[in-house]
């Protein structure tokens, strides 16, 4: 931290919630640092998140297409979603897999985790890997309008690499197991 301030030379003594929504909170936090000084930090609290690189027995991956409002375009993502109330990351991910791609998978290992943008937002992504599949459908969420798209792995680290796509979770998925087939 600047000015040879440690973590612990910051308290936090005020918070404000200007917004709560269905899917997130703005909270502003007012940090009073040792020094006598404040600073202001606005946060977006956000529930924690799964996402799941479901890849099959000939090394194809399974994403799904869908429109992102706040992108303005539909973009090419790994399966994810929310982890509900009382709900471990694992079965969510699970249910995530089966509601997005129709699929279940017998061998699910938790590869990563990492936050959003912890700048500004708390939320954080579990990543899985997801292998020995078998179709299994739960119905989509109301709001989901899902396009299954399968490619191989080689296909989506290219698009990952050109830009093409664009979502941060699906590249670091892509990137992980691209390296771990090297």
Known sequence: MGDNMTFEDHKKTDQDWPYRGSLFNVRVDTIHRMNNTSIT???????????????????????????????????LEIPAGGIESGEVP????????????????????????????????TEFVHLFLARSLSEKKLEADDDEDIEVVKMPLSEALKLACSGEIKDSKSITGILLMAMENN
């Open 90 to 121: 694992s079965v969510a991910a699970q249910r995530e897999l089966q509601e997005e791609v129709g699929m279940a998978a017998d061998e699910l290992e938790q590869i990563s985790g990492f936050y959003v943008s912890p700048g500004y937002c």
């Open 41 to 75: 930090r606005e946060v977006v609290e956000h529930g924690d998140v799964v996402a799941i690189v479901p890849i099959d027995s000939e090394g194809n991956i399974f994403m799904v297409r869908q429109h992102r409002t706040p992108a303005s375009r539909a973009l």
